[in-house]
């Protein structure tokens, strides 16, 4: 849970929706075809400039001044042998743990932390990156927005609001999350369609071996992202949840074997000569990420077995026994076993803050209600059951709670159900999730220690002994093997690899 909130990540690329007029005809630089389009060159450049704004304020960039220059040094070596190389091109690595990379038109890339934990080498990354300069340079960008001003942005948004949170299992959830419904329905319409992706893998291919590094570099990480996505399925369905749904590189980028193959293809037509190309700069990618976050980060909070921890807030939180913690952007969701009700916490923003009367008068204008004072955990708060009048002026039951938190930042704790049915009985539950909220201590701050990535020798009992010391869990092993791409054969004993650490301790 951060201050701001995170878009889709291709909800900033959205701006270039708004633009207005009929368009102009444009040539292509990758195909030189001419092509109609409501963006030219520099309305590109300035509406990239625009939601590279809004991006950096959504998301964060990784606070790691050494990282970014090392992607933006390979990432400038790599749009110099692009079609447009005379762009003014901008890399970034966003501190995130979603396994992810886009770009935005006019010549802003990003890639994740997150992706980057299981990429193994300098080229493999050089795949990502150029993958993501070729929608740049075919302008995929532009051609999204024509398409959308075409077909009308606002008409598809509405079709798709209501199906956000039933897929959440949390259908009727009310206006208070109508903001990440906006968000979600900006990333839907904003996925780059199959030929697009193709095209972008092509040109991927043909930076990278401009760049003399091997085209077949692009089978080796969309193979590794599917054994990463595959993975955390598996994860889910053991722990009773659906599949994760956040947004991801293979969840924009086609991932069925048929478009693996066409990959394949694509990457065979560079001839074989190892002369044409330098080391797969495994070594130096490795020592570059040593160090760096792995999972949730101190910022925006950690989820520890059944404990949420925030140490910049200074709160903690418990979900009951079977629950599962959801920690998003803007709120934290302690969402029960069925998937149907849920309590979420969400900060309320200084400005609608004061007494807790004032707040409901003003949030919520409730028509009727009953407010109980309580305390939880020495914290004062009130909890509202009422009716009030949502967006669309209909009649609608709220149960919420109101606190005010540590460093004086007021929180809303806001039952929520698929039916009136699913919060009465998933209503005891929440209170004792409710009443777990507290300010963080000794034994919290203990627990609230982020992981982080360092790399130790292959030891000789392999993956078996280094799961031993990692804080990953029961499926340490697995996922060590996974972020290794290691899953069938093992390193050389005294290889480096890389292991997960609590961020205070070396391995």
Known sequence: MRSRVKSSLAAAAAAALFLSGCGSVVVNPVTGQAERSVMDEASEIAEGKK??????QEYQALADPKLQAYVNELGQRLAKQSHRAHLAWHFTVLDSPEVNAFALPGGYVYVTRGIMAYLDSEADLAGVI????????????????????????GVLAASVLGAVLESQGLG?????LGQASQTAAAGYIASYGREQELQADG??????????YRPQNMVNVIGVLKQQERFAAEQAKTEGRAAPTQ??????????????????????????????YQDDGSEPYLKAIEGMAYGESAEQGLSRGNNFYHTGLGLAISAPM????????????LVNAAGDAALVLRPIPAKAGGAHEDILRRLLKPEQGQVEKLSLNGLPASHFSGVVRNAQGQRQAVELTLVDGPKQQQYVLQYLGRDAGAIYRARPQMREAEASFRALTAADRKAAQPWVLRLQAFPAG??????????????????????????????????????????????
């Open 322 to 333: 079977g629950w599962k913690i959801n920690n998003g952007a803007e709120a934290v969701s």
């Open 51 to 56: 939601a590279h704004a809004q991006v950096l």
């Open 462 to 507: 392999g993956f078996a002994q280094l799961a031993k010391n990692s804080p990953l869990g029961a499926r340490a092993e697995a996922q060590l093997r996974l972020l290794n791409g290691a899953l069938d054969n093992d390193p050389k004993p005294g290889q480096k690899v890389k292991v997960v650490a609590v961020a205070a301790a070396r391995p």
């Open 247 to 276: 947004a991801s590189w293979l969840a924009s980028h086609p991932s069925n074997d048929q478009r693996l193959a066409q990959i394949r293809d694509i990457a065979s037509q560079y001839k074989a000569d190892d002369g044409n």
């Open 172 to 176: 009727g959830a009310g206006q208070m």
């Open 203 to 212: 040109l991927g291919a043909e930076y990278l071996a401009r760049s003399h």
């Open 130 to 153: 150029g993958h993501e300069i070729g929608h740049v340079t075919a302008r995929h960008g532009a051609q999204r927005a024509t398409r959308q001003q075409t077909a009308g942005f």
